[in-house]
């Protein structure tokens, strides 16, 4: 059974510090990892999709990667602001199966 | 549509009664699923539709709790007799069934339950 562990539960930083999320999985037969955004009560996001064959994927301020054989991603962000304050989530799909998610990062960035 | 649309975006219950809460997927997106989440918790997941196949209902936490999807597109979750404990945020999701590893999942904007 896949189980995803995101590390830390909640981070709390200044304006402008680059920051590292993590989320590592047990079973590397995966079709690909998401990073989404999650405002309070709302819906999820996607941010960032990375597909089995990929080392990494940028978009803007963001970059994830991916190393399937130790069961790890990161989600990079540059220069934070406080806009990007919000729970992070990863989820991993394999195939047709229901997708398993961490529980989240809480990220608060304050001025 | 362009996205996945869930109405209503909140409802307001009192105890003791019937919701439905609605789903319309992705133009094209054969498979759906149903996710609950309590205030400060993860994902729960509910039900997963996949093309013509049966549901997987593994996910629902009593028999107050049921879907259906109807042509294969909308989707209603239906709770009855709501308790309390069944106030959260209720998201719905949507993929092309079958699809490759260049596909993620959409994600709508969710129904808020408050049961009062």
């Known amino acids: 059974k896949q189980e995803v562990t995101q590390i830390p539960a909640a981070l709390s930083v200044p304006e402008g510090e680059n920051l590292v999320l993590n989320c590592s999985f047990t079973?590397?037969?995966?079709?690909?990892l998401q990073w989404f955004r999650q405002d309070p009560g709302k819906g999820l996001t996607s941010l960032l999709l990375?597909?089995?064959?990929?080392r990494e994927q940028t978009s803007g301020r963001l970059n994830a990667s991916l190393d399937k054989s130790s069961g790890r991603s990161t989600l990079y962000i540059a220069a934070s602001q406080p806009g990007d304050s919000a729970t992070y989530l990863c989820?991993?799909?394999?195939?047709?199966?229901?997708?398993?998610f961490g529980r989240g990062t809480s990220l608060i960035v304050h001025p | 549509g362009a996205g996945v649309s869930q109405s209503p975006s909140n409802k307001v219950t009192e105890k003791g009664k019937d919701v439905e809460l609605r789903c319309d997927p992705i133009?094209?997106?054969?498979?759906l699923y149903w996710y609950r989440q309590s205030l400060g918790q993860g994902l729960e997941f509910l039900i997963y539709?996949?093309?013509?196949?049966?549901?997987?209902k593994s996910g629902l936490p009593s028999d107050r709790f049921s879907a259906e999807r109807t042509g294969g597109s909308v989707s209603t979750l239906t709770i009855q007799r709501t308790q309390q404990e069944d106030s959260a945020v209720y998201l719905c999701?949507?993929?092309?069934f079958g699809s490759g590893p260049d596909e993620g999942y959409t994600f709508g904007s969710g129904t808020r339950l408050t049961v009062v």
């Open positions: 989820a991993v799909r394999r195939g047709s199966y229901i997708p398993t």
């Open positions: 999701a949507s993929i092309p």
């Open positions: 079973d590397s037969a995966i079709y690909n």
């Open positions: 539709f996949q093309g013509n196949s049966a549901p997987d």
């Open positions: 990375i597909q089995s064959s990929q």
């Open positions: 133009s094209g997106h054969t498979a």
